[in-house]
């Protein structure tokens, strides 16, 4: 799978997302969503949320969600490479909808925006370092 990291900016917050050259979609770094919709201050913090999200979600029998979450390389707030879950639009867009939020709403349009934006030179220079 040929892939591109790129960093997007929601509100002053950056987002992680991956483009797959194969699927010709974008992959987004849960973490960094949770992050923003929760307003968690760090990424470890991100990071818990989203685990007990993750667990609540196994627990209603929501596992379709989870699976369909990967797990790629991207670039770590220490500058290491680490696995760290995705999802495409769809996914994240439905984890977005179970997790309270006043910027839910806000957020989907910039994932639906940002989602639907095909992979141009003026995006790869946003690339992540």
């Known amino acids: 799978m040929a ?5 997007k900016i929601f ?9 797959d050259d194969e699927q010709e ?7 960094d969503v949770v992050g923003v919709l929760t307003e968690q201050q760090t990424a470890r913090s991100a990071t818990i949320y989203w685990a007990v ?17 990967k797990q790629l390389k991207l670039v770590a707030t220490d500058g290491k ?5 995705v999802a495409d639009l769809e ?17 989907k349009r ?5 989602g639907n934006e095909p992979v141009t030179i003026c995006n790869q220079l ?4």
């Open 3 to 7: 892939t591109h990291d790129l960093v």
């Open 25 to 31: 979609k974008y992959f987004f770094s849960v973490v």
């Open 53 to 69: 999200v993750k667990k609540r979600l196994k627990e209603e029998g929501a596992d379709e969600l989870i699976t369909n979450c």
């Open 126 to 129: 946003q690339r992540a370092a």
């Open 11 to 19: 509100d002053s917050s950056k987002i992680r997302v991956v483009w």
């Open 110 to 114: 910039w994932l639906a925006q940002v």
């Open 81 to 85: 490479r680490r696995e760290t879950d």
């Open 91 to 107: 996914g994240i867009l439905r984890i977005v909808q179970s997790i309270p939020s006043k910027k839910a709403e806000p957020i």
